[in-house]
């Protein structure tokens, strides 16, 4: 059993709900990714979802673009997303970690290569936007190889078909995009989402994760009524790019632990 099916497991067996922040490796500072990931864990984060920077994040809002462009400008790319990963296992064994971004780096890598090291590294899955279930399979087929899940994304306008796709070949979990556009975009309809899951979930045997749009406490409360994990991004990443180097893992802590505690209520 892969460390995120033991996650979702023991979540179920304890009638809880996932939490999975979103950060982008390399920011705000190059030197924290670390300290973040940690302080994530620390606040009740079950697993973490780090962002590999791209020039061009077709799917991210302003938010999270200006984040991979920041980290870019360091010099963050997949050696040094991967060695933020080693550096995290180093100190926490038990909180899994999904690398989430586009297929440009990892081809650039090589697929072979990226999956390897990904799991020497200690990754637990991937999230690659813009890899469909049909342009993917000796991907998918690599990542099983060695235990690491691959997860996709879903959308309001996926037709049932395209669930069935996805269902065939994701593992870990599915991710399910909220609205219509980028990440950090529009208003959450929670009542869209309450309609939307159990369509996904007559065809998806994995957990379901919502993202896209959640970006307090109350909102991840009223998704998480429905969903099995709540996925927020954007505003995690807008706090703490306004942030001093000393105090951003603090933030964080504080952040996800205030959305870990309306889960739990």
Excluded: W
Aim: with cysteine; hydrophobic share 50%.
């Amino acid at each position: 059993m892969s460390r995120i099916a033991a996650t979702f497991a023991a979540l179920q067996a304890a009638g809880r709900k996932a939490l999975i922040p979103y950060v982008t490796a390399g920011d705000p500072y190059s030197d924290a990714t670390v300290d973040i990931l940690l302080a994530l864990a620390r606040g009740g984060a079950d697993v973490i979802e780090l962002g590999v920077p791209f020039s061009d994040p077709m799917a991210d809002g302003p938010v999270i673009q200006r984040a991979s462009e920041r980290a870019l400008a360091r010099g963050i790319g997949l050696p040094q997303v991967l060695d933020a990963v080693r550096g995290f296992r180093a100190r926490d064994d038990r909180t899994p970690v999904v690398l989430m971004g586009y297929a440009n780096p990892v081809e650039r890598y090589g697929s072979a290569r990226f999956v390897a090291d990904a799991k020497a590294a200690g990754v637990d899955g991937v999230l690659i936007v813009d890899y469909p279930p049909e342009e993917c399979e000796a991907f998918a087929a690599q990542l099983r190889e060695v235990g690491l899940d691959l997860i996709f994304l879903l959308a309001p306008t996926s037709t049932d078909r395209r669930i069935r796709e996805v269902a065939r070949i994701a593992s870990g979990y599915v991710y399910y995009v909220s609205l219509k556009g980028v990440t950090g975009a529009g208003h959450l309809d929670t009542a869209a989402v309450a309609q939307m899951v159990p369509r996904i979930k007559a065809h998806v045997k994995l957990p379901v994760g919502v993202g896209f749009g959640i970006r307090d406490a109350a909102t991840a409360r009223a998704v998480a009524e429905v969903a099995d994990a709540v996925v927020i991004g954007s505003a995690l990443v807008q706090l703490l790019e306004t942030r001093e180097r000393g105090k951003v893992a603090a933030a964080a802590a504080d952040f996800i632990g205030g959305i870990r505690a309306a889960l739990d209520s």
